[in-house]
């Protein structure tokens, strides 16, 4: 017998083929894998979306990028720690700016993009500093407001002197720097202050911080130009000329005292675990040495010190590899370090050929940096003041003559005074021998407190400012590695002319501003690729380092009135700084040749 309940059609809403059943029943079962289906359907669209930005979000330009790991753990390598010197290579070793490791950090910047209000913090290079107020759309209507006034403002003497400090003259210059450096990302504008000397009242003096876009070095860096300015008989302003490479003399930030013994030449960025702290390049540097402020402070000290060693005019990469090393005890042990600050520059940096005594650890390095990071004091200041007040303050010394005594034997010495002294055998005498064996784990060499020196990083921003930091670099390593075809077959054929336009061609475009950092003496030999790029070379920028240069001046009274020589370590410096800051880099080892760095058969695997 047939049932007569009614049924729905299986092509309307009954429950064959999988649709929906409305049966009072099913309801509930039909509700929850309904929700169940839309939010599954729901994150696979979160998922979609967010693939799709992330595959094509880029941060704005972050001023910091991750160092890599291997940089890393060299740093903090647990590996054997005696120092391994190439005779073959004397490169500049890496300092602690070179390994700043930290999260992309995104920097404000100002530029030409709609945006709303801009705060822009005037530079204390000014008399007075202040915080201006501004925005892009006052940066961008300042020339139409002024044109607007054709027919209601009332006529300017176009004769008459410019005002440096007024609103308009600020925001047309401001406008002309950012139109005239696409390359750079400006940070902060100081306030334009008239130029001179001498002076000329069309022209006014500002200064600005900025980093190149791109930048994988972690710094600031700081110009300041001159600025010729016209005024028309509408009283609009507009820049005519804007100056080379620190023209703006008076808009330098004038040396002045410490503040609470710290500098402000650092930019510390915050909001991270961890801030960081990078340079500022073009500041005034003061880096005057330390003065024990009292007795009292000087007699209840801890002091460290290391005496004779055979490191003396070896390597630089030498010296820094054991002058780490002495450097980390004393912060291990909590104690000053009492530091020489005369370096014996080793012959193969000298243009004598000779070994050369009197070298001041501030014309290579940021003593500056260092002091304000940790204690430090220079040996002559404290062994005066060591025989004004040892024996009234009845102060020790503990004498340590044996490198195995481990800084952690010294833990508990409570003299005032610890004294490494070494014999005359080497290696024995290293003082970097401290720091090996089981000492190893325990002292870390503080590389984040060693920079470059400053002033030879300003010859680096000049350098890549006179080619508006739009240019590509290639290292090219000849000298006496290509004379040697035993160790290195392929190097000499490999960066010919010839071989450098063919391998060049297919990485850099014609065209191109192209600095050439090399060890090869006659700049000449690189002619054939002028046909093809603007070639730049160091010295093609001697006037940075000449008699009327800042570098000159600055190294001259840090030398006691004696000229500095510009020498070959500066040089290998500041060669290898500007090659880093290329938009592209071509390395000799990794692009050029098949040949290895170190001679062959020692390439390093890479699998």
């Not at 890496?94 to 030409?112: H, Q």
């Not at 297919?506 to 090869?520: H, M, P, Q, S, V």
């Not at 190294?555 to 500066?570: A, H």
């Amino acid at each position: 017998m047939h049932s007569t309940r009614p049924l729905l059609s299986r092509s309307g809403f009954g429950g064959g083929g999988g649709a929906m059943n409305l049966r009072p029943e099913n309801l509930g079962q039909e509700a929850l894998r309904l929700t169940g289906n839309l939010c599954f359907a729901l994150f696979v669209f979160a998922v979609l979306v967010f693939t799709l930005i992330a595959a094509t979000y880029h941060p704005d330009d972050p001023f910091l990028h991750p160092s890599s790991s291997h940089l890393t753990s060299f740093l903090t390598s647990t590996s054997n720690s005696t120092f391994i010197s190439t005779a073959t290579d004397s490169a500049p070793l890496l300092t602690g700016e070179d390994f700043i490791n930290s999260s992309s950090v995104p920097l404000p910047v100002l530029s030409t993009d709609p945006a709303p209000d801009l705060s822009v913090s005037t530079d204390s290079a000014s008399s007075d500093s202040t915080t201006v107020d501004l925005s892009t759309s006052d940066l961008s209507d300042s020339a139409a407001q002024t044109s607007d006034q054709d027919d209601t403002s009332p006529s300017c003497d176009v004769n008459a002197p410019i005002k440096c400090s007024d609103r308009d003259v600020f925001n047309v210059m401001m406008r002309a720097t950012i139109d005239g450096f696409p390359d750079v990302h400006i940070y902060r504008f100081g306030k334009p202050v008239l130029a001179g000397p001498p002076t000329n009242p069309t022209q006014c003096d500002m200064a600005w911080r900025f980093k190149p876009k791109n930048a994988k070095r972690a710094a600031l860096y700081k110009d300041y130009r001159r600025f010729d300015i016209s005024l028309s008989t509408n009283c609009s302003y507009a820049v005519l000329n804007i100056g080379d490479y620190h023209t703006g003399v008076n808009a330098r930030k004038k040396k002045g005292g410490k503040k609470s013994g710290r500098s402000d030449n650092n930019f510390k960025i915050i909001g991270v675990a961890k801030p960081i702290i990078v340079p500022i390049v073009g500041e005034t540097v003061n880096d005057t040495l330390p003065v024990v402020e009292s007795e009292s402070k000087f007699s209840t000290g801890k002091y460290l010190v290391y005496k004779g060693g055979g490191d003396r005019c070896k390597s630089m990469n030498h010296y820094l590899w054991s002058f780490l090393c002495s450097l980390g005890e004393a912060q291990y042990l909590n104690r000053t370090l009492v530091m020489d600050l005369t370096i014996c520059l080793n012959n193969k940096y000298t243009s004598s050929k000779q070994n050369e005594e009197g070298k001041d650890f501030r014309f290579y390095f940021d003593f500056e940096h260092l002091r304000d990071s940790a204690s430090v004091i220079d040996q002559h200041q404290f062994w005066e003041d060591w025989k004004l007040w040892r024996k009234k303050d009845k102060l020790s010394m503990h004498l340590v003559e044996d490198f195995r005594v481990t800084p952690m034997k010294l833990a508990n010495v409570k003299d005032t005074l610890i004294m490494r002294k070494f014999g005359a055998v080497e290696p024995d005498n290293y003082w970097y021998r401290v720091c090996e064996g089981e000492t190893e784990s325990v002292i870390q060499r503080p590389w984040h407190l060693l920079w470059k020196s400053r002033r030879l990083m300003d010859i680096v921003s000049g350098i890549a400012s006179k080619m508006n930091w739009d240019f590509d670099s290639v290292h090219v390593v000849r000298g006496d590695k290509a004379k040697n075809p035993a160790l290195w077959p392929n190097l000499a054929a490999d960066t010919s002319p010839e071989a450098l336009l063919s391998t060049l061609g297919d990485k850099i475009d014609n065209g191109r501003n192209l600095y050439i950092a090399t060890d090869e003496p006659d700049t000449s030999f690189f002619g054939p690729l002028k046909d093809k790029y603007t070639t730049h070379f160091l010295d093609d920028y001697k006037e940075l380092w000449s008699e009327n240069s800042d570098w000159y001046i600055e190294t001259k009274n840090l030398n006691n009135g004696i000229p500095v020589e510009f020498d070959g370590y500066m040089r290998g410096e500041v060669d290898m700084e500007v090659f880093l800051r290329g938009k592209k880099q071509i390395e000799t080892f990794n692009d050029l040749t098949s040949d290895c760095k170190d001679g062959i058969n020692t390439c390093k695997n890479n699998s």
